[in-house]
């Protein structure tokens, strides 16, 4: 069974960064795709960021504009969010998501597993 577990939210001042760590359990991880996607109060879920399997490829939404890294430690089945310059606008409920499927998969439906969340806020 699939497992995945974010760390790494919490308060952070606007200009701040901070780094979302995501724990994978219970399938190769170097197969998976990983992605990042983020949920503000009354918004939709949204792609943030993604990575094929041995982290070659990486695609990032258009908001992102330099300030997200995504990057992955497959010995430590772990991908990770670097997120700086963070803005108000960037505080959300942030969600790794896998799927052995495809290779860089960036839309909701294309992935099959996902984690609980984790909450950044940004104050301004």
């Known amino acids: 069974q699939v497992q995945l577990v974010e760390s790494g939210g919490g308060l952070v001042q606007a200009g701040g960064s901070l780094r979302l760590s995501c724990a994978a359990s219970?399938?190769?991880?170097?197969?998976?795709?990983m992605g990042w996607f983020r949920q503000a109060p009354g918004k939709e879920r949204e792609f943030v960021a993604a990575s094929s399997g041995r982290g070659a490829i990486t695609y990032y939404a258009d908001f992102v504009k330099g300030r997200l890294t995504i990057s992955r430690d497959n010995a430590k089945n772990t991908v990770y969010l670097q997120m700086n310059s963070l803005k108000p606008e960037d505080t959300a409920v942030y969600y790794c998501a896998a799927d052995w499927s495809r290779v860089i998969p960036t839309t909701r439906d294309e992935y099959e597993h996902w984690g609980q969340g984790t909450q950044v806020t940004v104050s301004s």
């Open positions: 219970g399938r190769t991880f170097s197969g998976a795709a």
